[in-house]
């Protein structure tokens, strides 16, 4: 069996495909984010909409998962998820927070990080509204990050709201909703030739927006 070092040591591509310049970047970093959201979402990608969520406890132990954009403005970056999960806890009392795209085939990842808040209630509503029936069951049938006796359980609960709720229209639990990831800093990465790639860092320093490219 090969060794497992060497073959992740050979595992090495070259990105070639374009450039990223700070000075015909967009000024505004929403309006570059959108132009490279809507040439990930026009690439036939495989959830291109999904990022990485970087949070950490009060005293800086930090955790990183997946979780999928489902609003995005000048606001900011809207995800939803359940209040109480080990994320719900950690920005409940740790409000920063950190995501990352990353779009392999267009060899491109963005990192933004920032403030969060929740949404609205109306809004989390508005979007639980349009969740498709099982995705709501499922939403309020599990105590996310709480130790559950097995599967069992939980397919029980699913199997208890779906009686309460035949037909869906189960409402919002007050513990399921959305946050908003308020952005103080932005950066598009660009991989380029021979490990030269294009760093474009974003920060908002009294006012505007600053814009510098990194080294990579
Ligand atoms: C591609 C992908 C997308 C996901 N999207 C979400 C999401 O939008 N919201 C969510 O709560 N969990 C989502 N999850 C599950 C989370 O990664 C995680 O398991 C869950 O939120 C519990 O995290 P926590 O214990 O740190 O709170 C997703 C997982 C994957 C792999």
Request: proline fraction near 6%; charge should be neutral.
């Amino acid at each position: 069996m090969a060794d497992l070092s060497t073959e992740l040591a050979r595992l090495r591509i070259d990105y070639a495909g374009r450039d990223l310049d700070e000075k015909t970047v967009h000024r505004d970093p929403f309006q570059q984010f959108r132009s490279w959201l809507d040439q990930a979402l026009a690439s036939s990608l495989r959830e291109p909409n999904a990022m990485a969520l970087a949070t950490a406890t009060a005293s800086g132990v930090p955790s990183c998962r997946m979780v999928l954009l489902k609003g995005f403005d000048p606001r900011g970056f809207v995800f939803f998820s359940n209040y109480n999960s080990n994320k719900g806890v950690e920005l409940e009392h740790n409000p920063l927070a950190a995501l990352t795209f990353y779009w392999a085939e267009l060899e491109r990842q963005v990192r933004i990080s920032g403030t969060v808040e929740r949404v609205s209630a109306a809004e989390s509503d508005e979007y639980f509204a349009v969740r498709p029936p099982l995705a709501r069951i499922g939403a309020a049938a599990s105590p996310q990050s709480s130790v559950i006796p097995g599967r069992a359980w939980l397919e029980q609960q699913v199997q208890s709201l779906q009686a309460l709720h035949p037909d869906g229209a189960i409402p919002r639990p007050a513990g399921w909703g959305g946050y908003r990831v308020q952005p103080s800093s932005f950066e598009f990465w660009q991989g380029r030739r021979d490990r030269l790639h294009d760093r474009v860092l974003y920060t908002f320093e009294t006012g505007s927006w600053k814009i510098a490219r990194l080294s990579p």
